[in-house]
């Protein structure tokens, strides 16, 4: 059974580094939560290495450049390792084509240049692509992946490799819901189509944050000193359990419907309910980040 904990503090002397998700345990899209921005920096001051682990379609540098935006301090983590890098490398080497059909908004265009510059591929229409790249829907305040059905169809029926750069099915944007890239390349499978995945809780997206946790660390962190923080039990936690490395499970965020709060702490029989369920048992448990 999951140990529910009280606070980060009560667990940190056990780990070496976090691997932390953004959306619902840092931020809601709007704005910091201040608790966990302040057990962030007071891990970080023990000693503790922090990197930042989501499933943004975007590139670390666009992600950096969000969290400021948003206001979450920078002394808050050390490093980012997003989705959208380990999909960039996928898109440089060719895997979806050349000519890639772009479903997303256009504030997601930093996804085709990496840190070298424009990444060699082509934005065309649906009807000219050797394959799709989905960071998103064009207007996720309003659609639906059913919006997306002819799309979906056309691209099965060609045989096109769908891209996906965030796996996230669904995020809370302040008090809303909304559905992300993930929930595309869901319905796309299904149709009998060709999804490639490389965010939580693929492997890719760890490859890459053990290399850059690497290059910050003055010693080798093993994994058994990388806890992995987060709210997706599909992404976070799924991911953390595949890469054998302790999950803490942040039951405020995407759960926050199906587990209640008292005394902000998860209820034990709902929390209980839910990991049976998902057949997953996270190391750890708490209601919000602090």
């Given amino acids: 059974m999951t140990r529910i904990i009280d606070n980060l503090a009560q667990i940190a002397h056990s ?10 345990c840092l931020h809601n899209g709007v704005e910091p939560f201040a608790d966990a ?47 959208g890098d380990a999909a960039q490398i996928t898109l440089s080497a060719g ?9 997303g908004p256009d504030h997601d265009l930093s996804f085709f240049t990496d840190e070298n ?14 394959g799709i790249v989905c960071t998103g829907l064009f207007d996720d305040l309003t659609e639906t992946p059913d919006d997306y059905r002819l799309t979906i169809l056309d691209g099965k029926t060609r045989g096109l490799k769908m891209l996906c750069a965030n796996p996230d099915i669904s995020v809370d944007l302040g008090d809303k819901r909304i559905f992300c890239s993930g929930a595309i390349a869901q319905a796309y499978t299904q149709a009998g189509g060709t999804s490639l995945y490389f965010g939580k809780p693929h492997s890719p997206i760890y490859q890459l944050a053990y290399a850059r946790l690497a290059a ?5 962190i093993d994994n058994d000193r990388i806890l992995c923080i987060g709210d997706g039990i599909n992404t976070d936690i799924r991911g953390g359990v595949a890469e054998d490395l302790d999950t803490l499970f942040i039951t405020g965020g995407l759960a926050a419907t199906q587990i209640s709060e008292t005394n902000g702490k998860p209820d034990e029989g709902e929390l209980a309910e839910f990991i049976k369920s998902n057949k997953l048992t996270p190391t750890f448990t708490m209601g919000h980040l602090h």
């Fill in 95 to 103: 895997v979806v084509g050349r000519k890639v059909y772009h479903l």
């Fill in 216 to 220: 910050i660390s003055a010693r080798r």
């Fill in 117 to 130: 510059g424009p990444i060699n591929v082509e934005r065309v229409p649906l009807k000219d692509a050797e």
């Fill in 15 to 24: 780990y070496d580094a976090l691997f932390v998700d953004l959306w619902g």
């Fill in 37 to 83: 921005v302040t057990a962030l920096q007071a891990y970080r001051a023990q000693g503790g290495k922090v990197l930042l682990l989501t499933n943004s379609p975007r590139p670390r540098a666009s992600v950096k450049r969000q969290l400021a935006r948003i206001g979450v301090p920078t002394d808050t983590y050390d490093e980012i390792a997003s989705s």
